[in-house]
């Protein structure tokens, strides 16, 4: 198990590398450059300003200044927000995001997953039928359509909860409800499948024909074997959400790392763009390792790569 | 007639689907004695499994007992509820399936799965639990008992798991245990070590029980008495001797026929007989055998035929055995 997380840790560290190099290169790649604008900035002061940002400097000397300083956890200075540093951007949206996604997600999981396992068990039935026209809708219907509707009912006709913000309890409402629409109803989805699988195994048999009490048998050896697609989806789902949803965001005016995001390359700036990505990615690839490292936890037969 | 272990009566269940009524077994009657052992034979789908399940009521929902009685060890088990089941299920009677590769639980280590029977319908604390695991390993003749409970089922062969899924039947020293084909799923010589297990072991904890196989060698070996179905009916019944030598039933002949030799030391699988098993859902008024039967007759065709005793303890439901009365008072 120890060997397995080393290993597993190495090549996160390796991929992460990789990510950021290639949005390195690519920035070079794209056309135009940071300065450009409109009305062009007279030779001297572009002049200044590469100075200043540095890219006077050979690429193989930039790009070695860059990585030194990402391992000190360093992303340079903003090129438009003058005076902030890209990591200090990056953490400040994220704070807002994560703590708005994870608690999306956890409604998504507690929700989803009795749901699921609720549909399941009503294989066939009206309370399946029911379950199943929620979950298709939440799939089908887009997060910003969820969020118009919400908020047309319940602060423009109703007038119960506030537009924008995040500052109490009422504000987190609308927008947790708009981000965990979709993983709910995908949540419930996937479990009501994989319950439905684990159900008809054989060692499901094995454990009715001990005499287990059925809550025994579903909790301990159903869920287990059943929740692993769930476990699965969780990763990228977590990466997607901590970082913030950019319709959510604008439409619930929240300062997040999302809006962060597009505003960065609605903007261009060179070095939020590369600082936002490298950190999804960075994000992403840790869930998705700790989402290996659960399976592992869960699923003995998973064998060490 | 109360010192039968097994008292089955008229047994009748269907299978209530989106297609109609399945009626998987058709007046079936089993009684068993503590420490007997029962063959039942029969091609596929002809309900020896459903037979068997239903003495645990390990059913699915749409399977419904429509008529007869099923006593076990003093229980009317048609009458009892789940939680009642329960009690009994791996306590009093338990069983092993065809499948030792996918009986046990992936995610739980050996220990864990033969421990969880005993806490659940003994006394015993985890770690006496721990020893019964570790005593019932060495006696199903698994070695390095203690290092195996911590293994996980995919760590261990296909005979070592059915030799654990026996372990955990018999954990409990239940009064029956089922075996529905326990070495169909495994290779020749395993077959043979799992099946002298069970004899050894019924001998041991002197329970009953009752094989399930599509294995004629194998009956012969282990039973006393021998089940023949067909089509959710038991067209014959009678001891090893009756059943071999003395068969009744033109479906028992047609399947001792598909055995090249009898005393061969290898066992033979059956060949299929000729002609389609009997549709469930509208099974014929008369015999359900007739249309792929040599020998059927007029009235196979309207009337389905009534058990005769051949000799003690042997009989038959075929109407050639009273084919004589029909022609002296027919007509
Ligand atoms: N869940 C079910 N729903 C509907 N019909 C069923 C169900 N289970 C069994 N049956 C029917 O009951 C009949 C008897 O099935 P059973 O499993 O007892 O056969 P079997 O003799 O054990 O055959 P095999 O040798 O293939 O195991 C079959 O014809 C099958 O179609
Ligand atoms: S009753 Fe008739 S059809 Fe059925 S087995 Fe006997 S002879 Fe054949
Ligand atoms: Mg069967």
Redesign the pocket.
Known sequence: MGKYVAKRVLTSILTIWLVATITFLLMFLVPGGPFLAEKAPSAATLEALNKRFGLDQPKIVQYKNYMLNLLQGEMGESIKQRGRMVQDIIFSGFKVSARLGGIAILVAVCIGVPIGCIAAFNRGKWLDSLILFFSTLGIAVPGFVVSTVLMVIFSVKLDLLPTYGLTSFAHYIMPVSALAFYPTAYISRLMRSSMLEVLGQDYIRTARAKGLPQFKMIFKHALRNAILPVVTYLGPLLAYTLTGSVVVEKIFTIPGLGNEFISSIINRDYTMIMGTTIFLATLLIIMNMLVDIAYKIIDPRIKFK | MSELLLNIQNERLSFFTPAGEVKALNDVTIQMKEGDVLGIVGESGSGKSVTAYSIMQLLPHTGRVVGGTIEFNGHKINEMSEKEMQAIRGNEVSIIFQDPMTSLNPVYTIGNQIREVIMLHTKKNRKEANERAIELLTLVGINEPAKRLKQYPHELSGGMRQRVMIAIALACEPKLLIADEPTTALDVTIQAQILELMMELKDKIGMSIIMITHDLGIVANMCQKIAVMYAGKI?EYGTVDDIFYNPQ???TKGLLRSIPKLNDTEHKKLVPIEGTPVDLLNPPK?????PR?????K???NKM?EYTEVNEGHIS?????QKKEFEQGGK
């Not at chain 2, 008369?286 to 007739?290: D, E, K």
Request: aromatic content about 14%.
């Open positions: 067209v039933h033109e479906y008369g015999c359900p055998f007739a039967c040599n020998s059927c007759m009235i196979c065709l035929p439901a075929c109407w050639l055995l």
